[in-house]
């Protein structure tokens, strides 16, 4: 019983970490827009953009380039990883 109350509070504590870091994120997003970080920093700096090509922003700013396969491939290592270090602690 002790051990499902722990459990509990740590997937609550877990859960409040992950709804402050969206709430940031989304904070930072409305701030900075979608615009990549070679936008953003020309415009700080106050160098002329690059005039002609509107290109693809890509999905909230950023742009995936080289190989498409290798990012799935990490991220999906990422997630089972993760998943396997959750079931075996029992975090």
């Known amino acids: 019983m002790q051990l499902q109350q722990i459990n509990r509070k740590g997937i609550i504590i877990f859960g409040a970490i992950v709804l ?3 709430a940031l994120s989304l904070f930072i997003y409305s701030i900075t827009g979608d615009k990549g970080i070679e936008e953003r920093f020309s415009d700080a700096v106050g160098l002329p953009g690059e005039s002609g ?4 922003n890509g999905i909230f700013g950023f742009v995936l380039e080289g190989n498409h396969l290798s ?4 991220l999906a290592l990422v997630i089972t990883i993760t998943v396997l270090i959750y079931i075996k602690y029992k975090v």
């Open 20 to 22: 402050i870091f969206v």
């Open 53 to 56: 090509e509107e290109g693809y």
């Open 71 to 74: 990012f799935i491939i990490i």
